[in-house]
C-alpha cells in the first residue's frame, strides 16, 4: 500500500495513461491486496497473449515489484496496481511511488475490480524503441 500522496503520484505517470475514471483515494487492506494479487497473473497472461498475437515477443519480467492504492470508480472501490519489473527499486520502496518513464513492458498500471474479482485494465509503459537503421555500406 502507499501513502496518500504516493497514490496522488501514481495519477500522473510518464509513460503511460491513468485511468481517467478513477478519482478519490481509500487504503485497501490485506485481504483487498491478496484477491488482487491472486488475480493478477492471469491479467498478466492475458496481456502476453494479447502481445504475442499482435507478433510483439517480448521477455516478460519476472518478477514484477508492486505497489497498491486504492481509487474509486463510478463511487465503487477499486484497487490500482502499479508494477515495476527487475530489477528492484531500492530507493523509497515500497511506500513512495517510484515512477518509471518508458520502458514497454518493464512497468505497467492496471486496475483491478474487486466486485468482479478480475482486473479489466492493464497497460504498459511506452512502447518498445524502434532500433537505428543499419549504416550505409
Known sequence: MVSRSAARDMTRPCSRRFPE?????WRPGHDDIARAERALPRAIDIAYAELRAS???????EPYWRQYAGFFRGGKRVVYVHAIGDPFPEEGWPSDYIRVCDGWISSFGAVYDPAADAFD??????SLPIPPPPPPR
Request: hydrophobic content about 20%.
Open 21 to 25: 475514471e478513477l478519482t478519490g483515494y
Open 55 to 61: 507478433g510483439e515477443n517480448a521477455r516478460r519480467p
Open 121 to 126: 485494465s492493464l497497460e504498459f509503459n511506452g
